[in-house]
């Protein structure tokens, strides 16, 4: 069983930058990913990295502006964010696959542990 819990979320204003982290427990030998859901809309992949961590895959709406890294010594996974926009404001998710999958992925099936969240909020 994996534990996943997230934290970092806070108010922002747009072209700032913030750090997320996910502590994980449990067994975590496998890819990891941080998805977000804004009220009223479907989740949304961010980004995800493979268990090695030389590998990333990045949603369009974020590539070039966020970073997600891991330490795999503590189980802690990372999302960097910079030059916030109003529309990143939603509710961020920490996820990862069963242990078997160390591959990254995109799609939100593919993932098996969720954490509960950690907003962000962004004004103007």
Same mark, same amino acid.
């Given at each position: 069983?994996?534990? *996943?819990?997230?934290?970092?979320?806070?108010?922002?204003? +747009?072209?700032? $930058? *913030?750090? %997320?982290?996910?502590? +994980? $427990?449990?067994?975590?030998?496998?890819?990891?990913?941080?998805?977000?859901?804004?009220? /009223?809309?479907?989740?949304?992949?961010?980004?995800?990295?493979?268990?090695? /961590?030389?590998?990333? =895959?990045?949603?369009?709406?974020?590539?070039?502006?966020?970073?997600?890294?891991?330490?795999?010594?503590?189980?802690?996974? =990372? *999302?960097?964010?910079?030059?916030?926009?109003?529309?990143?404001?939603? %509710?961020? %998710?920490?996820? +990862?696959?069963?242990?078997?999958?160390?591959?990254?992925?995109?799609?939100?099936?593919? =993932?098996?542990?969720? /954490?509960?969240?950690?907003?962000?909020?962004?004004?103007?």
């Amino acid at each position: 069983q994996v534990s *996943l819990v997230e934290s970092g979320g806070s108010l922002a204003q +747009a072209g700032d $930058s *913030l750090t %997320l982290s996910c502590a +994980a $427990s449990g067994r975590t030998f496998s890819g990891m990913g941080w998805f977000r859901q804004a009220s /009223g809309e479907e989740r949304e992949f961010i980004a995800a990295i493979n268990w090695a /961590g030389n590998r990333q =895959y990045y949603g369009d709406s974020v590539r070039g502006r966020f970073t997600i890294s891991r330490d795999n010594d503590k189980n802690m996974l =990372y *999302l960097r964010m910079d030059s916030l926009v109003p529309e990143d404001t939603a %509710l961020y %998710l920490c996820a +990862a696959r069963s242990s078997a999958s160390v591959a990254a992925t995109t799609t939100v099936i593919s =993932y098996r542990y969720w /954490g509960q969240g950690t907003q962000v909020t962004v004004s103007l």
